[in-house]
Each structure stands twice: as structure tokens, then as C-alpha cells.
């Protein structure tokens, strides 16, 4: 099995601690090569962003899960995915 998710998190003041809240979570079956694709839906992050006039771009936190059915055994991979305002052409300078 493999789970993908995304997760951020905020400063809870009343508890005095660091609290992660997880969201858009997918899971799927490796295929006979060994890969699984999900599919990112940003569009709701994206409209967040386009509100933010201060704020060019925005980290997200990934992390990926692959457990083996056979053992149990369960290996993490974290990644980022930057949302900007702008496309990665114009960045580069592309027409």
C-alpha cells in the first residue's frame, strides 16, 4: 500500500505546542513495477495564495508512505511542492 499526504501545522497557544494537521490523503496499490501516481489537487491552495498579496510563493509539506504487505514494514519520503504566483516559464524567463 501507499499513502500520500499533505500536512501543515499551527501554533496552538493554548496548549503551548506545535499541532500538525493533516489533509488530503490518498491511498492506492502499487502497480507491477513498483510505482503508484496520485494526482495533486492545488487548485484550493492555489485560490488561497492568489488572496495573499504579501506572499509570492508557498511551501507545501509531502510525506509518502510505502508499507509492505509482507512484513509491515512501512518507509517514509518527504518532499515539498512550491505553489507561486507565477509559472515556472515566466521564472524562467520562457515566452
Same mark, same amino acid.
Do not use: C, M, N
Given at each position: 500500500m501507499v499513502s500520500r499526504e499533505y500536512r501543515q501545522g499551527h501554533w496552538d497557544s493554548a496548549q503551548? +505546542?506545535?499541532?500538525?494537521d493533516e489533509a488530503d490523503r490518498q491511498s /492506492?496499490?502499487? *502497480?507491477? !513495477?513498483?510505482? @503508484?501516481?496520485?494526482t495533486l489537487d492545488l487548485t484550493p491552495l492555489h485560490e488561497e495564495l492568489a488572496g495573499d498579496t504579501y506572499r509570492r510563493f508557498? *511551501?507545501? #509539506?509531502? @510525506? @509518502?508512505?510505502? %508499507? *509492505?504487505? #509482507? %512484513? /509491515? +514494514?512501512?518507509? $517514509?519520503?518527504?518532499? $515539498?511542492?512550491?505553489l507561486s504566483h507565477y509559472h @515556472? !516559464?515566466?521564472?524562467? #524567463? !520562457?515566452?
Open positions: 503551548h +505546542k506545535w499541532v500538525i /492506492g496499490e502499487l *502497480d507491477h !513495477s513498483g510505482r @503508484a501516481t496520485f508557498k *511551501d507545501l #509539506g509531502y @510525506a @509518502a508512505y510505502v %508499507t *509492505d504487505p #509482507g %512484513t /509491515g +514494514k512501512t518507509e $517514509q519520503r518527504r518532499f $515539498q511542492v512550491r @515556472a !516559464s515566466e521564472a524562467a #524567463g !520562457s515566452p
